[in-house]
T-cell receptor, first 114, second 114 residues
């Protein structure tokens, strides 16, 4: 079965610093999703990547999917305290009923110190 | 937009009682909704896929009789935790799709069973 590995598990940065979070799949990715979660809250959709080499940006967050479609990175430029939270990557998979489902990485916990 | 709500946001109940959690897509119709469970500092665990008008598809290891799912309309799915016990205490999150790949998540329901 497909597995997603995220690194690092946790990250503490000083405000203003850049950072990168990685998500590596054991199989080819056909849809890769990045979400952000504040502790005890729901998930906020950030970006979806499908094509090899694809790159998307939203405000100070950029996500890339490598050409082989097995690794994605999430890069935050000039981090702010509002960027703190748990970042989860998810990938398209198949559930027990042969329908689509999302497979999740374990998440990266980000803290940004002012 | 794509807004998903959950009710209640928090619930405390006595051991042995049943608890119903609602998941609603507020501004779109969702033929499929997903129910997740999340333990502290851990990733999301898919419990079941809820299909409108048909039986839910449960992931391996999830008890169907314990976690009853009903998807009565295109905007509402319910998860009932029957005869809840302290080990059922967790954070339950639902998600729904608009027909495309992206899933939109509710804010979650924190269940505490005493």
């Amino acid at each position: 079965s497909q597995e997603l590995e995220q690194s690092p598990q946790s990250l503490i940065v000083q405000e203003g610093k850049n950072l990168t979070i990685n998500c590596t799949s054991s199989k080819t990715l056909y849809g890769l999703y990045w979400y952000k979660q504040k502790y005890g809250e729901g998930l906020i959709f950030l970006m979806m990547l499908q094509k090899g080499g694809e790159e998307k940006s939203h405000e100070k967050i950029t996500a890339k999917l490598d050409e082989k479609k097995q690794q994605s990175s999430l890069h935050i430029t000039a981090s702010q305290p509002s960027h703190a939270g748990i970042y989860l990557c998810g990938a398209d998979g198949i559930n027990a009923g042969n329908n689509r489902k999302l497979i999740w990485g374990l998440g990266t916990s980000l803290a940004v110190n002012p | 937009g794509a807004v998903v709500s959950q009710h209640p946001s928090r619930v405390i109940c006595k051991s042995g009682t049943s608890v119903k959690i609602e998941c609603r897509s507020l501004d779109f119709q969702a033929t499929t909704m997903f129910w997740y469970r999340q333990f502290p500092k851990q990733s999301l665990m898919l419990m079941a896929t809820s299909n409108e008008g048909s039986k839910a598809t449960y992931e391996q290891g999830v008890e169907k009789d314990k976690f009853l799912i009903n998807h009565a309309s295109l905007t509402l799915s319910t998860l009932t935790v029957t005869s809840a016990h302290p080990e059922d205490s967790s954070f339950y999150i639902c998600s729904a799709g608009k027909g495309g790949e992206t899933q939109y998540f509710g804010p979650g329901t924190r269940l505490l069973v005493l």
